[in-house]
């Protein structure tokens, strides 16, 4: 009895296992599987969000997308911007972004007026100037007492001292008479003052002695006091008188009366018409 029952108990598992077997089959037929492995397969398809099965090779996940993303290829990790498929390359170089600060190209710009040369321009022939030489060039050149040809006054003041005769480029030479000529840095331009000097008595000048013989800076003007007087004058010589010259004109006619026995030093001056009479300054 006991063999009978072990036999029918085995008989009873064969059955329920091919029971079993025939129940997967008609599952697997009913989901659409012919085998393990397709039910593998569906059952990792119907995995829930998140799982570990969701990262499996084969299964594509959705990109995300983080705020400011344009959704496109990113870019360089440091970049923080990326360029979107079929956008416009908006890559900047390190100037780029600033074209609202530039400033538009102004051009050429008109060089400043040049007060000097302005100065130059305004005189005229018939000005009369409060200008002189210092005696600072010594006998070479001419120091002017300004650097600017000063505003013309009356020619009848005592502080007219040259007259402007003519504004050309070649002016006339001779005792008493000079120029003043100018560049300007700005335009290039040259601009010359052809001058002659005006004389006044009682007013002194600078001069070089050597024995009894004197040259006269017919140019310059001092004050008629002594002290000294620049290198290589040195005297100053006092205007005793201003008149119109005589014919064979010498230092003799600037004798004020019969018995004066001053000593004198005469020049010609203005082409010989006027004779400029001088005594070496006594005065304190």
């Known amino acids: 009895m006991v063999a009978d029952a072990s036999g029918d ?76 498929s079929g956008a416009s390359d908006t890559s900047e170089t390190p100037d780029a972004g600033r074209g609202s600060d530039d400033k538009p190209d102004p051009g050429p710009t008109t060089p400043p007026p040049d007060p000097t040369e302005e100065a130059f321009k305004a005189r005229s022939p018939g000005d009369c100037l409060p200008l002189y030489d210092t005696g600072r060039g010594g006998d070479t050149r001419i120091a002017w007492n300004v650097n600017v040809p000063p505003a013309p006054v009356s020619c009848s003041d005592a502080r007219a001292l040259v007259r402007v005769t003519a504004t050309d480029t070649t002016c006339p030479t001779g005792d008493g008479k000079s120029y003043w000529s100018y560049q300007s840095v700005t335009t290039g331009t040259t601009r010359t003052l052809c001058l002659s000097r005006i004389y006044h008595a009682y007013y002194c000048l600078l001069g070089r002695q050597s024995g009894e013989s004197i040259s006269l800076g017919p140019m310059t003007a001092v004050a008629c006091r002594r002290e000294p007087v620049p290198v290589p004058y040195n005297q100053i010589m006092h205007i005793t008188g201003v008149y119109r010259a005589p014919a064979g004109a010498t230092a003799a006619n600037c004798r ?29």
């Open 9 to 84: 108990h085995s008989t009873a598992k064969l059955w329920a296992l091919l029971g079993g077997i025939a129940s997967l089959l008609s599952i697997l037929t009913w989901l659409g599987a012919s085998n393990a492995a397709e039910l593998k397969n569906l059952l990792s398809e119907s995995s829930p969000p998140g799982s570990p099965s969701a990262s499996t090779p084969g299964i594509a996940r959705p990109p995300v997308h983080l705020p400011g993303d344009s959704g496109g290829s990113g870019g360089s990790g440091d970049s923080g911007s990326s360029r979107g």
């Open 256 to 284: 004020q009366s019969a018995g004066d026995r001053t000593r004198y030093w005469a020049w010609l001056m203005d082409d010989g018409a006027t004779l400029l009479c001088t005594t070496i300054y006594q005065g304190g």
